[in-house]
């Protein structure tokens, strides 16, 4: 496997086929690149004879470009499904994969969030602001967040329509862009979800999303920019209808942070 690797790198992170000799020679370094490829996919294949029932080798298919990588992914999935590789083989054959029915997508998405989700949560103290049962305030629809009371998001939260949840605010301290991550899962009736300032106003320079139990996927993402100027961000989930749902994994991400005072 070391050798595949080796040769992976040559070609695609060190870009060694366009120094030396080839390096004024476009047709050399084509022919090193294939020659690299060549030795990289038998490397490869020597290793998943040497070693069938590592994981680890059936995980790097996609990235090796094997023509046969959903196949080696299926088998991996199915035989290994609590390993750790296994969620980011799940999403190649949920985005990826050409060949998958509809019934193995299905089962990909849950392997894909029931991993993730124990990735987050078994890593959340690396996770600066990661909640893996998020702190909530539930709002009637006539309600202000002042009236509201902090609950634990554990299990099933049942609204009525234009009845909210609140989650907790994230500080901005003057950061730019952030995305905010949440696993929803409705398996009754549709939210919105949006991002409120301090005041309770919608944000609008950040995205909203909706989710029902029409969803196959339950992690989604808010994006927003432009906020440097903003105290504080916090996601607001709104029934639409009378809605039956689950909120876990909420998670802030700052993709920029402030570079001035």
Request: aromatic residues 12%.
């Amino acid at each position: 496997m070391y050798a595949a690797w080796i040769f992976w790198v040559y070609n695609n992170q060190n870009a060694v086929n366009r120094r030396g000799p080839a390096r004024d020679d476009p047709a050399a370094q084509e022919q090193l690149k294939s020659e690299a490829q060549a030795y990289m996919e038998r490397a490869y294949r020597a290793a998943l004879t040497a070693a069938p029932d590592n994981p680890n080798f059936a995980s790097y298919a996609f990235m090796i470009n094997a023509p046969d990588w959903p196949d080696i992914f299926r088998r991996a999935i199915n035989k290994w499904p609590a390993y750790h590789h296994t969620p980011y083989m799940a999403y190649h054959m949920i985005f990826q994969a050409k060949t998958s029915t509809p019934e193995e997508r299905t089962r990909f998405i849950q392997i894909y969030e029931d991993g993730m989700g124990r990735t987050l949560a078994t890593s959340a103290s690396d996770r600066p602001g990661y909640q893996w049962r998020p702190t909530v305030i539930p709002l009637p629809a006539s309600a202000s967040a002042s009236t509201g009371t902090s609950v634990v998001a554990h299990g099933e939260l049942s609204l009525q329509t234009g009845d909210s949840v609140l989650l907790d605010p994230i500080a901005i301290r003057g950061a730019p862009k952030m995305r905010i991550g949440l696993y929803i899962y409705v398996p009754q009736g549709q939210v919105q979800t949006m991002a409120v300032d301090a005041s309770g106003a919608v944000i609008p320079s950040c995205s909203q999303f909706t989710s029902s139990h029409f969803d196959a996927l339950h992690y989604r993402y808010v994006e927003c920019t432009g906020i440097e100027r903003t105290e504080s961000v916090r996601l607001r989930v709104t029934a639409a209808q009378p809605t039956r749902l689950v909120i876990r994994d909420y998670y802030p991400l700052f993709s920029v942070v402030r570079t001035a005072p």
